[in-house]
């Protein structure tokens, strides 16, 4: 048997399809869908020859079943949290006029509060928000002062270059007016 999907999540209230199909080479007797792990239940058994089915109460005006010749679509809807379970569907199958029980891996059905599904989302948008923040904050000042100090590095170069540009030409004025005396004066 297999049984499809392997994990389903939802909130409560929605709707989910499981689908089981039998591959054997016996002659499909019926199939079952078994809820299993947390309170054990049959959930639904269909006769394959007649097409009555059989639906535990827990269930009854809350599932919908679709039947193709060895394949069962199950939908369950109005889910609620107590419907958290693990799902199985098994087949009863007569090979060789022998009967045989074939078991898929199941579905997990994990059914969640509506308020924890909204509430989860929202407690992580203000965390996202104060980071984006931060991050935007934090790379706006690096440019800032990037910015500064290059401005405050290209002034600072100036200033030393005027500065050594009159340095040298005062002193050598000076050297060249005591070496050279003056040359006006007559002696």
């Known amino acids: 048997v297999t049984q499809e999907p392997a994990i389903l999540i939802v909130n409560e209230g929605e709707s989910v399809n499981i689908t ?54 199950i939908t369950l809807h ?36 509506m308020e924890q599904a909204e509430c989860c989302v929202a407690s992580w948008v203000p965390y996202v928000l104060s980071f984006m923040v931060l991050i935007s904050v934090s790379a706006l ?3 800032i002062l990037s910015h500064i100090d290059i401005k405050k590095h290209c002034q600072e170069g100036k200033k030393k270059q005027a500065n050594t540009v009159y340095e040298d030409m005062s002193y050598t004025r000076r050297v060249n007016t005591l070496a050279t005396g003056n040359s006006y004066s007559n002696y």
């Open 20 to 73: 089981c199909s039998v591959t054997n080479k016996g002659m499909l007797v019926g199939m079952y869908l078994k809820r299993e792990v947390v309170n054990a239940m049959e959930v639904l058994y269909i006769e394959n020859n007649s097409h009555t089915s059989t639906v535990d109460f827990h269930y009854k005006d809350r599932i919908e079943i679709s039947l193709l010749r060895t394949e069962m679509r």
């Open 78 to 113: 109005r889910l609620q949290k107590n419907d958290t379970a693990v799902y199985v569907c098994s087949g009863s199958t007569l090979e060789n006029f022998e009967p045989r029980n074939v078991l898929s891996h199941g579905t997990i059905l994990v059914v969640k509060e």
């Open 141 to 143: 000042g690096y440019l």
